[in-house]
Every structure is written in C-alpha cells, then in structure tokens.
C-alpha cells in the first residue's frame, strides 16, 4: 500500500504544531489537567493497511497517540516506515515544549518511550544510544515521582530486553512490571508484559495474567495473540 501523507506550507505547518501544543500539550503538562499517561487502557484493534500518521494539528497529534501508533505498528508488516515517522513526529512535539515542561516526571516518561521504541525498531549495535538516554529520563522520572507507573513499566522492558552481561534481567522487569500493576492496576500492557514475563520464567499466573487482559480488552486481536504466544514482538494482526 503506497503512503501518502498531508502536506502543507511551513507557514501553516508551524501555526498547526502551535496549536496543537497549545492546545493539547500546554494545557495538560503545565496548568495542572490530568496526566495524558492516565489515560483509558490502550485496547489495539485490526490494522487495515498501515494506517496514515494524524495531520499536523489533528486532536489525534499527540506525543502519547503517535508513540502509540509506533508501537503498534513495530512488528506490523510494512509498519516499520509510518512507525519511524510517528516516533520523529512525537519528538518533534516533545521537543517544542517548554523546558519546564520537558523536565516533568510526565514528559520524561515519553521521551523515555519514544527511545525505547526507537531501541526495538533499530536493534543492535544502531539503538544503544536510545537505550542509555530512555534509562536516563526513567531514572530521573523516577527520582521525581517514585509512583509513575509507566516509568516503572519502561524499566522492566528494557531489563526484559537487555542481555543479562550489561545489566538485563527477566526477574528484575518482572518486579517492575508488578509494581507498576501495583501503581496502575487492570492496564492491559502491563499486565500482558507480566504474563510475558512470568512464561518465560515458567512461574505460576502468566494465563491468570493473560486472562485478565482479555477481560479487558476482548476485541483486541493483538492482545488474543499475545495472551496465546506470550510473544512480546507478535506481529499485529
């Protein structure tokens, strides 16, 4: 399928990411809104096609929905292009905001995605750079809010990930995925990496972990093939 995106001026390409930040990002990072990371569990649905990247502006330009699209889109066959725009796309965002804002917990947390996401599309030896600057902001996520769930969850899949001679660990993510659940209960993702983790180790409740993801999300094919692979880098259906 051949990609088109939108195309527009600079003028009114920059007027639109304007908007978008002051629209979206301004009012959620800096005057006190709900976190964007607590948002409704992400439930994926089919991919028809490989789904176009939201037009410069759209309600659905947001740093969160485009790392998002990445993810879904990683092991998509013919994703991977549109996944990599996404990812430039949300740093772009991430980017432009305030330093203030750029230095929350919050925003950590997505700059942290957006590297973890780039360590899985790029592997070895072209993403360990993304992976040291991702653990940097967990890090200092973490010092700055010791409760962020999604910061917690990001650590364990990088020590899910990583090989065990530079630090990595399947015990150890499996700890923060808990308490990540512990922090954030009945998210999907969370629970489905849990599951992962928990095969992998031939420890008891990966199907309870499972199961449970299913429950919450019972049209997502994605999820129905996670709970039965317990692959983490399942292709999206």
Known sequence: MALTFPRSSPKKGSARLRQALLGAALPLFLLGAPSPLAAAPLCPGPVSGVPLLPPPGSPGETPDRLLELARILRDHPGGRPTGLAALSRAETLLRALPEAARKSPDVRVLRAERDTELVLYRGFPGGMRFGKRAERNVDRALR???????????????????????????????????????????????????????????????????????????QSPFYRLRATSFDPRIPHP
């Open 144 to 218: 700055r809010d010791p409760s962020n769930a999604r910061a917690h969850l990001l650590k364990g899949i990088a020590l899910y990930y990583k090989p065990w001679f530079v630090g990595g660990s399947v015990t150890k993510a499996l700890a923060e995925f808990e308490r990540a659940d512990r922090l954030s209960p009945d998210d999907p993702r969370t629970l489905s990496w849990i599951g992962v983790a928990r095969h992998r180790l031939g420890r008891p409740g990966a199907r309870r972990a499972m199961a449970k993801v299913r429950a919450l999300c019972p």
